[in-house]
T-cell receptor, first 113, second 120 residues
Framework: QQQVKQSPQSLIVQKGGISIINCAYE??????FPWYQQFPGKGPALLIA?????SEKKEGRFTISFNKSAKQFSLHIMDSQPGDSATYFC????????????FGTGTRLLVSP | EAGVTQFPSHSVIEKGQTVTLRCDPI?????LYWYRRVMGKEIKFLLH????????ESGMPNNRFLAERTGGTYSTLKVQPAELEDSGVYFC??????????????????FGPGTRLTVT
C-alpha cells in the first residue's frame, strides 16, 4: 500500500516552461511535506518543504501548493531550465523529532534546451 | 563540511553471499536513517538510529538484514544471505537531533550518494 502517490512518472518540458508534479497522500497524520531533487550519481537533496499551516510556499522558481482537504500537494517549477533536469521525489512525514519520510515513486524531469 | 558518505558506491554479489554497506554521517548528527529504492519504485524507509540506539526498525524487510551503529558514529548494514530482491540503491541520511528548546520541528535529512547493490 503506497501512502504517497506521485505523478507523472516522467515529464518533458521546454526551457522556460512550467513543470508541475503532483502528489497525493493518505495518512492525515502527516504534517510535513518536503520535495527532494536528485541528480544522477547523487543522493536526494531537500529542495523545498511545506507544513499544512500554509497553502503555498515559494522559494525562487520553486513553489509548493498544498491542499489539505484534498490531501494533495504539488511542485511547480517556473521558467524551467536544463539544469533542473533531475528526478524529483515528494515525501511526507510526521513533524516530530523523528522524521520517518514516506516517499513517492519519483518523477524524471527533462527540460529541453 | 563533509557530507554523508557511503561505501561502496556499487556492489555486485551473487545470491547467497554477504555484503556490508557502510555509512558515515555528517559529524555531530545523532540521527541516522537507512532507506532503499528498488528500481522504479519509491524510496522506502528501513530504519532509524538515534546515536547508537535503534529508534525504529519497522522498515527492515526481514532478519537477513542487520544494521549497527557502534559508538554512535558510522553505521553498517549487512545483508546475509543476499537474495535477488535485495537489489536496489541503499541510501543513508543523517540529521541533527531535535533540541528540547526548539519548536519541535524537524531538522533536514542529508542524504548520501547511495550504494547500488546488485544481486545476481
Amino acid at each position: 500500500q503506497q501512502q504517497v502517490k506521485q505523478s507523472p512518472q516522467s515529464l518533458i518540458v521546454q526551457k522556460g516552461g512550467i513543470s508541475i508534479i503532483n502528489c497525493a497522500y493518505e495518512n492525515t497524520a502527516f504534517d510535513y511535506f518536503p520535495w527532494y531533487q536528485q541528480f544522477p550519481g547523487k543522493g536526494p537533496a531537500l529542495l523545498i518543504a511545506i507544513r499544512p499551516d500554509v497553502s503555498e510556499k515559494k522559494e525562487g522558481r520553486f513553489t509548493i501548493s498544498f491542499n489539505k482537504s484534498a490531501k494533495q500537494f504539488s511542485l511547480h517549477i517556473m521558467d524551467s531550465q536544463p539544469g533542473d533536469s533531475a528526478t524529483y521525489f515528494c515525501a511526507a512525514s510526521r513533524d516530530t523529532g523523528f522524521q520517518k519520510l514516506v516517499f513517492g515513486t519519483g518523477t524524471r524531469l527533462l527540460v529541453s534546451p | 563540511e563533509a557530507g554523508v558518505t557511503q561505501f561502496p558506491s556499487h556492489s555486485v554479489i551473487e545470491k547467497g553471499q554477504t555484503v556490508t554497506l557502510r555509512c558515515d554521517p555528517i559529524s555531530g548528527h545523532d540521527n541516522l536513517y537507512w532507506y532503499r529504492r528498488v528500481m522504479g519504485k519509491e524510496i522506502k524507509f528501513l530504519l532509524h538510529f538515534v546515536k547508537e540506539s535503534k529508534q525504529d526498525e519497522s522498515g527492515m524487510p526481514n532478519n537477513r538484514f542487520l544494521a549497527e551503529r557502534t559508538g554512535g558514529t558510522y553505521s553498517t548494514l549487512k545483508v546475509q544471505p543476499a537474495e535477488l530482491e535485495d537489489s536496489g540503491v541503499y541510501f543513508c541520511a543523517s540529521s541533527q537531533l531535535i533540541s528540547p528548546k526548539t519548536s519541535g520541528k524537524n531538522y533536514e535529512q542529508y542524504f548520501g550518494p547511495g550504494t547500488r547493490l546488485t544481486v545476481t
